[in-house]
Every structure is written in structure tokens, then in C-alpha cells.
């Protein structure tokens, strides 16, 4: 699902609300998010999940196509892990 498409389901499910309206809204969130994950704060939405940021070590790595050694930079990459909720769900829906 893309935004575009989370946009018009929420809008669809929500006739009471304008679709600019829901745009500005699921924007909002997206961009608190990232704020949030940006200071290095956790965002946790019971049920669903939590973002996280995780740092990663400089290391070295090797280019693929030569096999030579590359020096990787210490970074930092966002991180989401599941709520029980949402696994559990998912995991019923398999079985």
C-alpha cells in the first residue's frame, strides 16, 4: 500500500472528512515521525509497533565486484519492530 493509496482508504472509510484533509493529517504524522526519529527519540503506537533509531558501527566491507576492502562509515538507520498486537494478527491470518 502506498501513501497515495492509505490517503484514499481512510478517506473512503471517512466520507465526513475531506481527502486534503486526510492528506494533511497522514502527512503530519509521517513528518512527527521523522522529527521524532530524527532527535533520536522512540515513537511507539501500542499495537502496531515501535520506530527506533540504531547506531551502526564504521566496519569494513568489501565492493562486490573487485573484492576489494571499502571502509563503511558508523551510521545510524531507523529500526521498526512489531507489537504483539499486529504479529499475532498477521500470524492468524497465515494459519
Known sequence: ???SELIARIAEMNPQLYQRDVERIVSTIFEEITAALSRGDRVELRGFGAFSVKERNARVGRNPRTGESVAVDAK??????????????????DT
Open 1 to 3: 500500500m502506498t501513501k
Open 76 to 93: 545510524v538507520v531507523p529500526f521498526f519492530k512489531t507489537g504483539k498486537q499486529l504479529r499475532d494478527q498477521i500470524n492468524a491470518r
